[in-house]
């Protein structure tokens, strides 16, 4: 019951659309009583003319009730139609607004937050989870409601008639409704609940059969692991049968009950009808009309089976939600000059591992500062600090003497370019991966950068230009190029304070050493830490520091 | 998609005759019930009379739930067993396409269409094929019972039965249309979340992160609108039926009812009686029902299609794919004659499609145990000659002579990192290797001292992308395999790009070891230090390989 609760919110996004809801489920109730009207007229009209037929008078207006059941017939099938994509439009209009919404939730968490969830993972909440939360509406809430009404109302209209009839119909059809829907729901809860992360694990193994398919077949380990694939996959299909086979039992009892209400409201009819309680059409209207109502309850097994993996969606979004919450603070108003950067005892652990203890480093206004140490010690914390990716658990960091834990990141980070060691490109083209650094750049200034950094002749020479595709996080690309290509963004965001981790990296001697030489002319006048593994890895400095292991942490050494 | 069915046959057909058994189960249960309420409405029987008519109906009712349960799970079994022979066929695939040929496809795409593009034709295999049958014969069924309770009422249903599957089909065939265009449209917007997730941290920093947000929710928006459109055609398919059960019910209901008052002179319609009149008015609902359930279906079916065409178009070879299978064969006939470790080019060329750059004609021979390395400024061809030795692409002329077996070890640019620990990442490539070997190999590669401040040890767990690692770290994790792996050939792609001094050195002298002990490395890099372990050094111009001759004084310092 408690794991219920996991749907609240989404319940409440769900209330923002009340009002088209509302409509939803009155089309299926409409299209439900049309159904119940055409079966139970059409019987009522048979056994009447029967009997009318037999009897003296042999008299019976045929008008009202032909009209009826030709009504009938247009209706359900016209509010059907209009139920479906009525609905269907709602739903999806919702989760489109979903998706974006946990996006934009998603791109204001920090680096670290970030680092520790993984992309695939995030890929699945985006698609799977928000389309697996569509059963919330169109499966989970409006049947089982439009179901209940249909029959409380039919049960209402039997016992006008035939009381003992209402009575047995409940008796009946409520239990019957509780069965299909708690007990489904119950019954399929744990299969159910774990299938969402099932899928998810043999979609992780397909992405690292894919993307590790190099390693895997030179080395022959691709059947060791598909072994891992396998087992996953076996265990997905395991719990997929056990859901059908639990979903075919509810159907099975579903059927009974239904069939079984129907001939006992036709028995009790009969009896009735001995006795001279009700007419003879009106004993087979009820028998035909409960065969009707009961179609509101033949989907529901199926639904409320599956009724733990949309609360297993529902949890993961939430989780995900509780994530940190987003940095914020004041625009910086200071102007375009370069800037001063300073750490001041700065303090940063990662878990248990002390990264820096009472860390201190000053980059006066155009002094650029070379950061010299072995991978893994700590340089691109000291980029990230600097744009305020995560804040330090002590100490501060500030830019142009300001606090930058007390500014908004996105207006310092438009004063800072800074090229990360991972070269991060997207799918998109060529000309759309430059523009990242500057939007309105104009295609004659992604030429000057793409020259800037050696590319010109090589993008020249491609067949689409600027409009190449460099593939899926740019490895149409070779490791040079790429980086070649994420240093020249950087350039076109022409910043006063600049970070470059590792900018050469990559590189063959004679391309590194001439970059070399154009950074260090366009690094004039601008405020630079540059972080390598080497002095010679890096373009001239003023003054280099080297990162070097301590007992707290690591420390700087001149 | 057809040949699928071969292996399912018997669930298949168990699935058909549950079916039918459940259509009969409801003719009968239809019949007893118009006898009921006929016996006692026109005779005045009492219940005791009709106690038989009231029995058969329950077996009845019993016996259509049970049949109908029995063609639920054995559809159920067909749909799990097809997924699972085509999820097989399609990693043969994906091992026959190679990686370099992957590069080129976005891995979140594939995966989905592996996975969730596969789940998809469950539905058409377990329900789609077997009611498609039922459809036709259940109401044939009904209609024969009809036409002899009352000729003239079955001709009133099958006026509107053919109808309907030719509707159906005009209607389909637009449905699958748009179907295989939302597929695509999924697997694209799965490709561009998972590349604008990647990339987050990169669109923060670059102040793009509102207007991503835009092109994110734009881009499901479009999603919207296709999906829309499908939904549109494919609720009208059934609405048409659904509208010509209903106006046939009516029909029907209309006919008897006048019938039985004398109104109509003509044909049977003086023979009808209650119970004729009340089983046909039953039997109309139930005459459509099958054709209802089919079109509810036809989801599956339209959905299973549009899957089913972006499955084939990866199973089936592509223009430029004679290639492979030539390689395979050199491999075959000549890589008997070669030693384990040995590499053999003869007049070797490629050519990539849609690019410049040429690599060859070029041939060299490295033996056993021989250390070279390749140079030239980057996308000179370094990477695609490592390629061609592994076999991952195919010359477009010569030959490539390499042996396999035992394994080739490769160090890729971008190690992976399989969701698992530390010991499964490393095992993959030596399934048998103990705890100690496994940390004899990360000592060599440097990386001894995480793995004594790890915190599980060898049972760490490391995530997808290597979350735990550095960058570094994860190159170095990829290099501890290499050492682990028994193969004799070695190839190693930029070996020591993120690695800082110290790890390098480390690196450096694993190398020297993995040479001394017997393997050929073969070593594309910048590095001096490898170019002067190597014993013979090749530099990469206009896709011709030139020796570049060191003074022998570098040589001997380092060999």
Known sequence: MKALLSLRPWLGVLAERRGRLLLGAVLMLATLLSALGLLSLSGWFITATAIAAVSASGYLDVFTPGGGIRFFAVSRTVSRYLERLYNHDTILRLL?????????????LDARTLARARASQWLNRLTADIDTLDNLYLRLLAPPLVALISILAFAAFAAAFLPIAGIVLLAVLLPLGLVATAGCAWWGWRASHRRVDRQERLRVRAIEQVEGLAELTSYRALDAHRALWHREERALLDDQRRLGQRTATGNLVVTVGIQLATLAVLLLGLEAF?????????????????????????????????????????????????????????????????????????????????????????????????????????????????????????????????????????????????????????????????????????????????????????????????????????????????????????????????I??????????????????????????????????????????????RLVPGKQGTQLLG | MKQQAAGVRPWYRGAVGCGLLAGLATL?????????????????????????????????????????WGQEVCGQACGLRVKQQVRA????????????????????????????????????????????????????????????????????????????????????????????????????????????????????????????????????????????????????????????????????AIYIGLGLLGYIQYGPAEQLDLF????????????????????????????????????????????????????????????????PGAVELVNVELRHAGRERILGPLSLRIDTGEVVALIGPSGSGKSSLLQLIAGFIAPSAGQVEVRRDPAIAWLDQRPLIIQGTLADNLRLVAPDASDESLRNALTQAGLGQWLASAPGGLETPLGERGVGLSGGEGQRLALARVFLSPAR?????????????????????????????????????????????????????????????RSADARETNS
């Open chain 2, 489 to 549: 050939l070695v190839l190693l792609d930029e070996p020591t790009a993120a690695l800082d001094p110290e790890t390098e050195q480390h690196v450096i002298a694993g190398l020297t070891q993995l040479a001394a002990s017997g393997r050929t490395l073969i070593v594309a890099t910048h590095h001096p230090a490898i170019m002067a372990m190597a014993g013979r050094v090749f530099a990469i111009e206009q896709g011709r390989l030139s020796r570049v001759e």
């Open chain 2, 89 to 252: 066929r399609l990693l043969v695939r994906l091992q026959q396409l190679g990686p370099v040929r992957l590069a080129s496809r976005h891995s979140a795409g594939l995966a989905s269409q592996l996975v969730d593009q596969v789940e998809s034709l469950e539905g058409y295999y377990s329900r789609f094929l077997p009611q498609m049958v039922l459809a036709a014969l259940i109401p044939l069924v009904y209609l024969v019972v009809v036409f002899w309770l009352n000729w003239l009422a079955a001709i009133w249903l099958l006026i509107a039965a053919p109808l309907i599957p030719l509707f159906m089909a005009l209607i389909g065939m637009g449905a699958q249309r748009l179907n295989e265009a939302q597929f695509q449209a999924v697997t694209r917007l799965s490709g561009h979340f998972l590349d604008r997730v990647r990339g987050i941290a990169t669109l923060q920093l670059f102040g793009l992160a509102e207007r991503s947000v835009e092109e994110v929710s734009e881009v499901a928006h479009d999603y919207r609108r296709r999906s829309l459109k499908t939904l549109r055609v494919a609720f009208l398919s059934s609405a048409v039926l659904e509208f010509f059960a209903a106006v046939s019910v009516a029909v029907v």
């Open chain 1, 274 to 498: 001995r006795s001279g309680q009700v007419s003879g059409p009106v004993m087979v209207m009820l028998a035909l009309g409960t065969l009707a109502v009961s179609e509101g309850l033949g989907n529901l097994p199926m639904a409320f089976t599956q009724l733990g993996a949309t609360v297993r969606a529902a949890e993961r979004l939430n989780a995900q939600a509780e994530l940190k919450t987003p940095l914020t603070g004041e625009r910086l108003t200071s102007g375009g000059a370069a800037p001063s950067l300073s750490y001041r005892n700065v303090e940063v652990a990662h878990g248990a591992r002390v990264v820096f203890s009472g860390l201190n480093l000053s980059l006066d206004p155009g002094q650029r500062i070379g950061i010299i140490g072995a991978s893994g010690i700590g340089k691109s914390t000291l980029a990230q600090l600097a744009v305020r990716a995560f804040d330090p658990q002590g100490g501060r960091v500030e830019f142009d003497h300001q606090d930058i834990a007390g500014l908004a990141p996105d207006s310092l980070r438009a004063r800072i370019g800074y090229l990360t060691q991972r070269s991060e490109l997207f799918h998109d083209t060529l000309a759309a991966n430059l523009r990242m650094g500057d939007p309105d750049a104009s295609d004659a200034q992604l030429w000057d950068a793409l020259e800037r950094v050696e590319l010109k002749a090589w993008a020249e020479a491609l067949p689409e230009g600027l409009e190449t595709w460099v593939g899926e996080q740019g490895r149409q690309l070779s490791g040079g190029q790429a980086r070649r290509v994420a240093l020249a963004r950087v350039m076109l965001r022409d910043s006063p304070l600049v």
């Open chain 1, 96 to 108: 489109a607004d979903l998706r974006g919404r946990v996006f934009a939730r998603l791109v204001t």
């Open chain 1, 500 to 545: 470059l981790d590792e900018p050469l990296s990559g590189l063959d001697a004679a391309t590194a050493a001439s970059l070399a030489t154009t950074l260090d002319a366009w690094l004039a006048g601008r405020t630079a830490l540059l972080l390598g593994h080497d002095e010679a890895a890096l373009p001239r400095c003023d003054r280099y520091w």
């Open chain 2, 276 to 339: 004729s009149g009340l089983f046909i008015l039953l039997l109309a609902p139930e005459f459509f029902q099958p054709l209802r359930t089919l079109s509810q279906h036809y989801h599956d079916r339209a959905s299973a299609l549009g899957a089913a065409e972006g499955l084939v178009s990866l199973l089936e070879p592509d223009a430029d794919e004679a290639a492979p299978a030539e390689c395979d064969r050199s491999d075959k006939t000549a890589s008997r004659e070669l030693v």
């Open chain 2, 28 to 68: 009968i249960q239809m019949g007893a019930l118009a006898w009921v309420v006929d016996d006692v409405v026109s005779n005045q029987a009492t219940l005791g009379d009709v106690a038989i008519g009231v029995a058969l109906i329950v077996i009845a009712i019993a016996a259509r739930a049970l049949a109908q």
